[in-house]
T-cell receptor, first 116, second 109 residues
Framework: GAVVSQHPSWVICKSGTSVKIECRSL??????MFWYRQFPKQSLMLMAT?????????EQGVEKDKFLINHASLTLSTLTVTSAHPEDSSFYIC????????????FGSGTRLTVV | GDSVTQMEGPVTLSEEAFLTINCTYT??????LFWYVQYPGEGLQLLLK?????DKGSNKGFEATYRKETTSFHLEKGSVQVSDSAVYFC????????FGTGTQLKVEL
């Protein structure tokens, strides 16, 4: 299967600062990347879908100005949590489809964000 | 909307014990169903899938059967190993993946 490298794996930041999370496709191009968030003891929730060269598509209830997604190249998608607050503390994970017809998705290893 | 409910963990078993992780879903139509596994420090990996009612997905000794009448997709393994320790996610797909909360499995010697 395909390979997605996500980093950092964990980050602690102060309230009011911004944090950037990167997901790189290491083997072949990724025109689409999915971004998920997981709160403790809750499901992975799809936040947005990034598309290379165009605006991301956000799920209902996700603030576009707070969670900035950039997909400027075919190998890199980034999620920036702006003006982070403690309630943004969560586990963020990216995923790309590599065989959508057969439901093949590759996931990054996730980023644990803690805002203090 | 679509939702997936799976049993809370952690589940702790001795090696060679029988494993069942329950998963039920709510969705309109006929979604595809999946089990993903996440080993420590790694990304989620597809473990098995079933795309229609009565299909049985299987991989690495794990099995799950798509039961439409009970809207369930329970994960089973006859004899677990320490190396099976991981977090297991049940998921369904219609136009996007919807996940359960994940169940942590710990297998001890």
């Amino acid at each position: 299967g395909a390979v997605v490298s996500q980093h950092p794996s964990w980050v602690i930041c102060k309230s009011g600062t911004s944090v950037k999370i990167e997901c790189r496709s290491l083997d072949f191009q990724a025109t689409t990347m999915f971004w998920y968030r997981q709160f403790p003891k809750q499901s992975l929730m799809l936040m947005a879908t990034s598309n290379e060269g165009s605006k991301a598509t956000y799920e209902q209830g996700v603030e576009k100005d707070k969670f900035l997604i950039n997909h400027a190249s075919l190998t890199l998608s980034t999620l920036t949590v702006t003006s982070a607050h403690p309630e943004d503390s969560s586990f963020y994970i990216c995923s790309k489809p590599w065989d959508a017809a057969n439901y093949g998705y590759t996931f990054g290893s996730g980023t644990r964000l803690t805002v203090v | 909307g679509d939702s997936v409910t799976q049993m809370e963990g952690p589940v702790t078993l001795s090696e060679e014990a029988f494993l069942t992780i329950n998963c039920t879903y709510t969705a309109t139509g006929y979604p595809s169903l999946f089990w993903y596994v996440q080993y420590p420090g790694e990304g989620l990996q597809l473990l098995l899938k079933a795309t229609k009612a009565d299909d049985k997905g299987s991989n690495k000794g794990f099995e799950a059967t798509y039961r439409k009448e009970t809207t369930s997709f329970h994960l089973e393994k006859g004899s677990v190993q320490v190396s099976d320790s991981a977090v297991y996610f049940c998921a369904l797909s219609r136009n996007k993946l919807t996940f359960g909360t994940g169940t942590q499995l710990k297998v001890e010697l």
